[in-house]
């Protein structure tokens, strides 16, 4: 299959972006419900960035903050960190960064560094740090202890970050892997996970003809 900007937009690609933007806000707002400190916000975003590439990821993840910021106008700044979420992810998968479950971890680390690098200076420059998240709770515990606002929001962010975006990166893994072959065969980045199956299965024939 061919990959890149003009060839990802495949009409199952741009079908799967409303399924991730529903996957995005339903888990956030599972979070906000339970008042956990942590976002869940990306999770849609990355199973459609691991299966039809990085554009298409990106457009989901500033899709889910066009929509969430009707109601909550903060998530509008915050979509530069969501795109960089879809592209990361969608060139890690390329790279077959999703082969393995370590490799998973690793990707996660990599948007945890993306979201807090570009996230913490919109939060500090156009919020002040307290952007109306339980996350300002935790940065509030650093300014307590005598720390200043760019420390703090660092802190914060690199401490809530950490959980949120690997978790996210480790429940879409497995989400992906229970997809079946033949949907993953339609999509442009699909054949690395069919592939992992496949050999699955061969090693397990191999064991039952011994």
């Known amino acids: 299959m061919k990959r890149g900007l003009m060839h990802d937009f495949t009409l199952l690609a741009i079908l799967l972006i409303p399924v991730g933007v529903a996957l995005n806000f339903v888990s956030s707002q599972v979070v906000q419900l339970l008042k956990l400190p942590i976002h869940f916000d990306v999770i849609g975003t990355v199973v459609v960035s691991m299966i039809a590439g990085p554009w298409v990821g990106a457009t989901t993840g ?32 390329r790279c077959g960064m999703f082969k393995r479950l370590w490799t998973t971890i690793v990707s996660g ?6 979201a807090v690098i570009i996230g913490s200076p919109i939060s500090v420059m156009v919020f002040g740090g307290a952007t109306g998240k ?15 606002i760019w420390t703090s929001v660092f802190s914060s962010s690199i401490l809530i970050n ?12 497995f989400i992906v892997k229970k997809m079946s072959d033949r949907y993953l065969s339609k999509m442009n980045y699909g054949d690395s996970f069919i592939q992992k199956k496949r050999n699955k299965y061969a090693v397990n024939k191999k064991q039952i003809a011994k």
């Open 62 to 93: 500033l899709a889910t903050n066009l929509i969430t910021s009707l109601t909550n106008p903060t998530s509008l700044f915050f979509a530069p960190v969501s795109i960089s979420v879809g592209l990361l992810i969608g060139y890690l998968s």
């Open 109 to 114: 680390v990599v948007i945890t560094l993306a």
């Open 134 to 148: 339980s996350i300002d709770t935790v940065t509030g515990v650093f300014l307590a202890s005598t720390q200043d």
């Open 162 to 173: 950490s959980v949120d975006k690997i978790l996210s990166v480790l429940i879409a893994y």
